[in-house]
């Protein structure tokens, strides 16, 4: 596995441009208030009526944290006033009760992801409570058949609350790290040792959680390829099942928050491009498969599998092993998919408590998929996932012929094939090992929305 992802720096730098992350297609900026609460309610009501009705997935949003770490772009509200949680708790029920009575009883919750913020601001006997509440409404399925995880903020558990967090039903962890260099976590406002990391990775082993997940920042103020390098050893030798190497997008003209970084402490450009040559390097030697877009995961995890036999998926929470599920979205600002659309929830803990008070959803814009849409999701779905399209399969569900209906895509893609970078052949597309890290570049070829779309995007490398 480890020649499947090649690193050629000219051609990184040419197609380093700004593009979608595509765990949606159409992407957010699409999204639009015209879609209500009723457009949700009925597109539930459809997808309890297929054919074969999809198992759940839950995602609730938890977003207080108590302390500021400078680079973060997330939804969050800084208090160490933890009442303030409780009332939010309390609020959440409610809507994962009205949520709930929406589908169908015998649909089953196979997935559970809790982001944030910072999930663990709840105490564990808060979070208990919290999933008390999601398998009364969504009637949790058997533990073999759950993916139920948490992020986790090192700085706010003990190796005893992780065994607690076993106990309650989770059975994946991803630990928040970014970062062990002093200098850098100083700059960034975000302090923890490394020996707090290993001792909860340990106890989350000793308490039986199936996987074990690190996130990495590079690119953050006064990162240089030394001090990350040495990170990278240290990570390496903790053995995670899964790493999350992220691109630090820095833009305070856009977040308050990374406006408290020195501009003079930022890498210059070329620097991040030396960092993510090192991670690729020393996380392919040590035995990581490069899954796609951030992600590595060791060769038996079960992401590598699912790689391997074509059964990959993308969603909101990145990567997944599961089938695709309807997706439901809990608390504020979380983004849900049930069956033909997408919703989003308001922002504010304000409009939250208001719209709930008032028996309402918290819904405030979505999108409902045309069938040009479902198309290019699954064109795209399977550039991102399997790095293939496969003419035949798309034609046979869309009924279609690929090379007329996109020839304009074909034609825009020429130039990354002239780099080498994919191979357009007769009756498919195939990503090559130069291309794999460009596979947002490709995606981009197929979105009808691009050009006009106000959004701002990340950089594709």
């Avoid at 770490?69 to 009442?83: L, P």
């Avoid at 062990?180 to 100083?186: A, G, H, S, T, Y």
């Avoid at 390098?229 to 305070?252: E, F, G, M, V």
Wanted: aromatic share 10%; net charge negative.
């Amino acid at each position: 596995m480890h020649d499947d992802l090649l690193f050629d720096r000219p051609l990184v730098e040419k197609y380093d441009r700004p593009g979608p992350r595509y765990t949606s297609y159409p992407t957010a900026p699409q999204f639009h208030a015209a879609f209500a609460e009723d457009d949700y309610r009925n597109a539930a009501e459809r997808s309890n009526r297929a054919e074969t009705p999809k198992p759940l997935s839950v995602y609730v949003h938890i977003p207080f944290c108590k302390s500021l770490c400078y680079y973060c772009a997330c939804n969050k509200i800084i208090t160490h006033n933890t009442e303030r949680a409780a009332e939010y708790l309390e609020w959440l029920k409610k809507e994962i009760r009205v949520q709930g009575a929406l589908f169908e009883e015998s649909r089953r919750m196979t997935q559970l992801h809790l982001g944030g913020g910072t999930p663990t601001y709840l105490s564990n006997a808060q979070l208990g409570e919290l999933m008390a509440a999601l398998d009364a409404a969504f009637h949790f399925a058997e533990p073999a058949q759950r993916e139920f995880s948490l992020e986790v903020d090192p700085r706010t558990v003990t190796p005893e609350q992780i065994h607690e967090l076993y106990a309650l039903g989770f059975n994946r962890l991803s630990f928040g790290v970014q970062d062990f260099d002093r200098d850098v976590q100083e700059a960034v406002n975000r302090l923890q040792s490394e020996e707090q990391v290993m001792a909860l990775v340990e106890a989350a082993r000793d308490a039986g959680f199936q996987s074990v997940s690190v996130d990495l920042i590079y690119g953050l103020p006064l990162q240089t390829v030394a001090s990350f390098d040495t990170t990278l050893s240290k990570i390496i030798a903790l053995r995670p099942d899964r790493i999350a190497a992220y691109s630090y997008a820095h833009l305070p003209e856009l977040f308050k928050s990374q406006r408290m970084i020195r501009p003079e402490d930022m890498p210059p450009p070329e620097r991040k491009l030396e960092l993510l040559e090192l991670t690729i390097k020393r996380l392919t030697a040590a035995g990581y498969v490069y899954i796609g877009m951030d992600h590595f995961a060791l060769p038996d995890d079960e992401l590598a599998l699912a790689r391997e036999n074509g059964t990959l998926q993308r969603n909101f929470q990145g990567y997944s092993t599961h089938a695709d599920c309807d997706m439901v979205g809990l608390g504020i600002t979380s983004i849900g998919k049930v069956g033909d659309s997408y919703s989003q929830n308001v922002k504010e803990t304000a409009q939250y408590h208001h719209r709930l008070d008032q028996g309402q959803l918290p819904v405030f814009r979505g999108y409902r998929l045309s069938d040009d849409d479902r198309l290019r999701r699954d064109v795209i779905n399977a550039l991102m996932c399997h790095n293939r399209i496969d003419f035949a399969a798309i034609e046979a569900v869309h009924g279609i012929v690929f090379r007329d209906y996109f020839a304009d895509a074909l034609e825009q893609l020429q130039e990354m094939a002239e780099d080498g970078l994919l191979a357009i052949r007769e009756n498919e597309i195939e990503v090559l090992p130069t291309g794999r890290l460009m596979m947002r570049n490709a995606a981009m070829a197929f979105d009808a929305y691009l050009a006009s779309s106000s959004g701002r995007y990340s950089r594709t490398v």
